[in-house]
């Protein structure tokens, strides 16, 4: 499977921003999906994942309570949806896939899609 994600760009502190992440091959329904960012100079780090039928859901703390993830399988597409958003989640953000399809952030996650930058600056 091939991911591409979209939907970053400039936005002022506490908007909003929806980040898509399309997928390639008919097997993007069995794997769950994550989502990860890396800051400048920092590691890159989890944000959110989601099961494969989107029954199971995980933030990082830095993250709960203002983003989202969704996804539509029919349109091999998953999506985080980014609110109040703070001049810390500047980063490129990136999705991946995760084998077992419980999208668990411990389990191992790969097929990493080229990623799309989110600046939040005023």
């Known amino acids: 499977v091939q991911l591409q994600a979209s939907g970053g760009g400039l936005v002022q502190p506490g908007g909003s921003l929806r980040l898509s992440c399309a997928a390639s091959?008919?097997?993007?329904?069995?794997?769950?999906m994550g989502w990860f960012r890396q800051a400048p100079g920092k590691e890159r780090e989890f944000v959110a994942a989601?099961?494969?039928?989107?029954?199971?859901?995980y933030f990082a703390d830095s993250v709960k309570g203002r983003f989202t993830i969704s996804r539509d399988n029919a349109m091999n597409t998953v999506y985080l949806e980014m609110n109040s958003l703070k001049p810390e989640d500047t980063a490129v953000y990136y999705c991946?896939?995760?084998?077992?399809?419980?999208?668990?952030?411990?389990?191992?996650?790969?097929?990493w899609g080229q990623g799309t930058e989110v600046t939040v600056s005023s």
């Open positions: 989601i099961s494969w039928r989107g029954g199971t859901t």
């Open positions: 991946a896939t995760e084998a077992t399809g419980r999208g668990d952030p411990g389990r191992p996650f790969d097929n």
């Open positions: 091959g008919r097997t993007f329904s069995s794997y769950g």
